[in-house]
């Protein structure tokens, strides 16, 4: 069985950073993708971004070249960094890894970019 906790998310101001972390407890393997999405209020959940791979990535659009997934695999971690957030990556943030044979999320950690 594997569990997800998301953490890190805030109230933010334009412009500014934040980290989420999504600890992971059961067993993970990196061959299965694992990342983040994020379901604003009226609106479908999104990839956010995520390994697809044991080294490959792909990333929303909306956040190229300001987030950026990473992961310590002794930790069994996975982080998105954020940068020069805007209000509209304001959001319920999940970590998800997907096993194919089942999908796993976490409860989700709240991001509002606000001033």
């Known amino acids: 069985q594997v569990q997800l906790v998301e953490s890190g998310g805030g109230l933010v101001q334009p412009g500014g950073s934040l980290r989420l972390s999504c600890a992971a407890s059961?067993?993970?393997?990196?061959?299965?993708?694992m990342g983040w999405y994020r379901q604003a209020p009226g609106k479908q959940r999104e990839l956010v971004a995520r390994?697809?791979?044991?080294?490959?990535?792909n990333y929303a659009d909306s956040v190229k070249g300001r987030f950026a997934i990473s992961r310590d695999t002794a930790k069994n971690t996975v982080y998105l960094q954020m940068h020069s957030l805007k209000p509209e990556d304001t959001a319920v943030y999940y970590c998800?890894?997907?096993?194919?044979?089942?999908?796993?999320w976490g409860q989700g950690t709240q991001v509002t970019v606000s001033s």
């Open positions: 998800n890894y997907d096993t194919y044979a089942r999908n796993y």
């Open positions: 059961g067993s993970i393997s990196s061959i299965y993708p």
């Open positions: 390994f697809t791979g044991v080294a490959s990535t």
